[in-house]
């Protein structure tokens, strides 16, 4: 069973050997540790105002992360939803859990829009935020406190 549950400073390593492969291997993104200190900071970062960052885990070990960063003004940005690829799609539901407890959070605490960017080669990420009712923006409309990581080319917005 897999459980979703906001992040302890505890599981930064976790979330890291989450990621990172995800991200290098999978996928073959040229990004570092060292090019995401939002993870290193990981409370800093994104559990402050209305923010926050959730994990899944099978028992205590992290298989998905999501976190939601607070841009004021009833905007966010969704951002670091990684799954390990034993726990996408059915029967788990990993991705779709965390992000139902995004968005049930973004409407408690009044976000209005909630906002991504994301790689071209994650096309699989595309067609899950489609789904789910995002839709396709280019770069010039987002807002200009939008942290855009250099590796985002494909955006999206939801209106809630």
Known sequence: MVD???????QTESAFA???PIQQLEFGIPITRADQPDLEQIPMSYQVNA??????????RV????ALMDLGGGRGTLRKMFVHSEFRGVPHRTGQRLLETLLEWSRAHSFREILLGTTEV??????????NGFVSLEASE???NFPRSAVDTVFYRLTL
């Open 4 to 10: 979703i549950a906001p992040f302890t400073a505890e």
């Open 18 to 20: 989450l990621i990172l």
């Open 51 to 60: 923010g926050n960052f959730w994990v899944a885990l099978e028992d205590s």
């Open 63 to 66: 298989v998905g992360t999501l």
């Open 122 to 131: 994650m096309k699989g990420a595309h067609r899950f935020y489609e789904k």
């Open 142 to 144: 987002l807002p200009p």
